[in-house]
């Protein structure tokens, strides 16, 4: 019978546990940052605001900037 290696459970639990803490950062710049964005554009939902801040930075392939998308 093969041992079980108790470090690939507990490193897969560490990578949760980055992703959860990682999750409510953003949730908490949301926070902070979406009376901002509400008053620069009523339309938008704190859920598309967060939403919004999870995604990666994009930038343009030609000037190595943020396009407009990142920036909603």
Partial sequence: MRAREPHRHSESRMSGNEQVRAEIEIFLQAL???????????????????ASLMLPSRTTPASGQRSVAAEQ
């Fill in 32 to 50: 902070d940052s979406y009376p901002a964005r509400f008053a620069a554009n009523p339309q938008i939902t704190f859920e598309e605001h967060r």
